[in-house]
């Protein structure tokens, strides 16, 4: 036996995390804080204050990153759309070339429609109509984002981003998710969001049959 200590065996001090590290953890935390709220008490009752409260920060962390209330909702709606533009199938990391319209309805209400934060989006979109500072700029980013979003799911269906029937049927399904999405927020049987969701899968085959061949 040996009284020389043990050294390989003890614990690694922890990394300190670097100010950008701290910072971006900052912002994280300020936005899901946001879209948190945005469910809970909805656009009009937010505040400053009670977003650095949710998100454990002081107040004067959370105005050196976001100044503005405005700037607070600007900030939290982009977090969620850089989120979603990652999610299955859209995400570049799936390497998915191709998929079926039901798998496709599938994915985009498991991953999106239906996740907790949805809610809190219908928010922000709602506000985005108002002709003011707020609504140009939410604007902005949910332009960026639709064309994102509807050019990957007509590629994602063997479709022609050119042509306007193919788009429209790809706004055509996420429409009726976001109406079953705002459906489930009222109606908490799971039931019908699941038979809602099967009726609009089988109407959609439906109509994807009778689409002209891609």
């Known amino acids: 036996m040996t009284d020389e200590p043990m050294l390989k065996n003890a614990a690694k001090p922890a990394r300190r995390r670097t100010q950008a590290e701290r910072s971006n953890a900052t912002r994280t935390a300020v936005c899901e804080a946001t879209l948190d ?3 809970e008490y909805g656009y009009e009752r937010i505040s400053t204050t009670l977003i650095a409260e949710k998100a454990n920060v002081s ?3 959370l105005t050196h990153h976001y100044p503005t209330r405005n700037d607070l909702f600007l900030a939290a709606y982009q977090h969620l759309v850089d989120q979603w533009a990652e999610i299955y199938p859209l995400g570049d990391d799936y390497g998915v070339t191709s998929i079926s319209v039901t798998d496709l309805i599938e994915a985009l ?3 999106l429609f239906a996740t907790k934060h949805y809610i809190a989006a219908l928010e922000l979109m709602l ?3 108002i002709d003011n500072e707020l609504g140009r700029s939410l604007l ?3 332009s960026d984002w639709i064309e994102r979003r509807d050019t990957k799911a007509v590629a994602l269906l063997g479709s022609s981003v050119e042509n306007e029937e193919d788009r429209l049927f790809v706004q055509l399904i996420l429409s009726v998710l ?3 999405a705002v459906h489930q927020s009222f109606d908490k049987d799971p039931s019908v969001t699941d038979r809602l969701l099967e009726m609009w899968k089988d109407i959609a085959r439906q109509v994807d ?3 002209p061949a891609r």
Request: a positive charge; hydrophobic letters at 55%; charged letters at 30%.
């Open 109 to 111: 209400w498991d991953n």
């Open 209 to 211: 049959a009778k689409r």
């Open 127 to 129: 506000a985005a109509r």
């Open 59 to 61: 107040r004067g962390a």
């Open 37 to 39: 709220a945005l469910i």
């Open 178 to 180: 976001r109406g079953i």
């Open 140 to 142: 902005v980013i949910i």
